[in-house]
């Protein structure tokens, strides 16, 4: 004890901190020497790129997240036991359930799926195989497979997706309508799934982690990559993003948007959305709640793990971007579609899901477009002649303001003599001469005087342009293009490999421009719309644009051809007076 008047060296934060440290030790000790160690299989390759996932970007820091952590790992270990029966298998099995949409092979190897095919999907390959969205390589190196169960205890979730599950199915090839259970216990740890399949692409899921008898939080992970790993341009890393969507607003994150897992904490999850997942250009793979959940009651968590892809021969480094969803109620109930972007069906989905259908910046073109393509579609069974219908309807529609483009090209031809006198008066003087402001003055007046409007003549062509972006989008994006054929193209929504398109497209823009008269009187000018349709052939061969909206500017320049065909016969242009020269003294 302290002697009278001494200073008690001990501060109430120093006892505090003693003790604290006394307890940790204890429970450290215990946990050491007398708690239950559950055995955990040899870690799968790259496991430091695949260690607790977590969330990334700064909507996803610790102190954001709305929902509550789950317990630490400590805390687990430090469970009283609880006698749990062990239930394992002594051998790997595969489960097969298929209908007419997909083929789905179930590992009882952690109970994940090794492949999910969509039966009436291609690849890119050649030659071309049926599609599956589940990536064996990038997942064999990740160490992660689609359904995997994700815990915040590395060590747990390993053994739950290392262990031998047993099987409760009649039969190993299934036909939808179909269930499959399996169960797995170390005689600690205890995980149980439940797959239910039906007629459509929407699997229902229930999952069940108990440690020593006491339900822990668990996710559903879709790992090791998605999507369609043939397609060229662009990598198909670059097509694969996770989402989620909250208060109806989705949010996407490329894998330049999402961090390592190293990066955050365990435990931490996003709360109150509506549905999360993965996806590429024309699929999806989304985690839903159970029909009848209210809005907002999923979370989720997203990162990036890491393969070796060999790029020109060197071994490279890529990205494999990887989501989890859970709830905060246990067991884990989800319902899960793996399938196409058609926006039909996702827009029936509950919660919708068309918004995942990108239609960009010029949406409000691109989506009545794609609509009205696929009204003609019911009638018109192959896209690419839909295509050209649609074309001959927004050109006739377009056909008042070619008539008007055209009638202010008359007028500008007339004065063009007037217009050109005035430039080479004011050519000596600079753009920055307060000069040159009167020659606008001037040539203002003469527009003034014969009533034209200056940019009446590009009108036409201005509206084209937002047509050409938006429908590209609908085209590039649409699901129905994906393979659709047309003549010779066998892919609509990528670029003619033959380039037959492009070069077609700018001869016949070239007649266009030909046969339309010309306003611009500066050479310079004229020269720029002459080589106009050789750009574009240019950029139709080099960018991946879609062969669709190739035929829809071939359409549309045909057309062209005889409208101003028939615009030339009824409004003769007028040839320009010459100027009057002065005889020589």
Not at 5 to 18: A, H
Not at 327 to 340: D, M
Not at 460 to 481: C, D, H, K, S
Not at 519 to 543: L, N, R, W
């Amino acid at each position: 004890m302290n002697g009278p008047g001494q200073k008690d060296k001990f501060t109430p934060e120093l006892r505090i901190l003693v003790a604290s440290l006394l307890s940790f030790g204890v429970i450290i000790l215990w946990a050491r020497f007398f708690g239950p160690k559950p055995p955990v299989p040899p870690a799968p390759p790259n496991r430091s790129a695949q260690s607790a996932p977590a969330t990334s970007g700064p909507a996803t820091s610790p102190t954001a997240a709305p929902s509550a952590t789950t317990a630490a790992p400590a805390k687990i270990a430090a469970a009283p036991p609880v006698s749990v029966a062990v239930k394992n298998d002594s051998q790997e099995r595969t489960v097969v359930v298929e209908n007419t949409l997909y083929r789905v092979e179930i590992s009882n190897r952690g109970a994940v799926v090794k492949s999910w095919q969509l039966r009436n999907y291609k690849d890119d390959a050649k030659p071309q195989r049926v599609l599956d969205v589940v990536h064996p390589d990038a997942s064999q190196q990740t160490g992660g497979w689609p359904f995997s169960v994700v815990l915040d205890d590395e060590q747990l979730q390993n053994a739950a997706n290392g262990g031998l599950y047993q099987i409760s199915t009649d039969g190993s090839n299934l036909h939808a309508p179909a269930d499959v259970d399996l169960t797995w216990s170390d005689g600690h740890l205890e995980v149980t799934k439940h797959f239910h399949f039906d007629h459509t692409y929407v699997v229902r899921v229930e999952t069940s982690v108990k440690f020593n008898g006491n339900p822990i939080k668990a996710g559903l992970g879709w790992l090791g990559g998605f999507g369609d790993l043939t397609v060229t341009n662009p990598a198909p890393v670059e097509t694969v993003q996770t989402y989620y969507s909250e208060g109806g607003k989705i949010s996407t994150f490329l894998h330049k948007k999402l961090d390592g897992p190293d990066k955050w904490p365990s435990g931490v999850w996003q709360g109150g959305k509506d549905f999360a997942g993965m996806e590429d250009r024309y699929f999806t793979a989304a985690f839903l709640p159970p029909n009848g959940a209210a809005p907002g009651t999923l979370e989720t968590r997203y990162w990036k793990a890491t393969r070796t892809v060999k790029v020109d021969g060197q071994d490279t480094l890529e990205p494999v971007p990887e989501v989890a969803a859970a709830a905060s109620t246990q067991p884990l109930a989800l319902r899960v579609y793996v399938g196409p972007k058609d926006y039909d069906d996702l827009k029936k989905m509950n919660p919708p899901l068309h918004g995942l259908i990108n239609f960009g910046w010029l949406e409000f073109i691109a989506e009545p477009l794609f609509h009205g393509l696929k009204w003609l579609h019911n009638y018109i069974p192959n896209w690419g002649w839909a295509i050209v219908v649609l074309t001959l309807i927004i050109n006739m529609l377009l056909f008042p303001l070619r008539i008007s483009s055209y009638k202010t090209t008359l007028k500008m031809q007339r004065v063009a003599p007037e217009i050109k006198a005035i430039q080479e008066k004011y050519k000596k003087y600079s753009m920055r001469d307060p000069r040159k402001a009167e020659m606008n003055k001037e040539v203002m007046a003469i527009y003034s005087r014969e009533g034209i409007n200056p940019v009446g003549g590009c009108f036409q062509m201005f509206l084209q342009m937002p047509v050409w972006f938006g429908l590209n989008t609908a085209l590039r994006y649409a699901i129905e293009m994906r393979h659709a054929t047309w003549l010779w193209v066998q892919d609509l929504s990528a670029k003619d490999p033959y380039y037959i398109l492009p070069v077609l497209m700018g001869v016949s823009m070239y007649l266009v421009s030909k046969m339309t008269p010309m306003t611009a009187t500066d050479p310079q000018q004229q020269a720029m719309m002459k080589i106009m349709p050789i750009t574009m052939a240019g950029i139709f061969m080099i960018s991946p644009i879609s062969s669709g909206l190739a035929v829809y500017i071939l359409t549309s320049s045909v057309v062209g051809i005889a409208q101003q065909w028939y615009l030339n016969r009824t409004h003769p242009v007028p040839v320009p007076a010459k100027p009057v020269r002065g005889k020589k003294s």
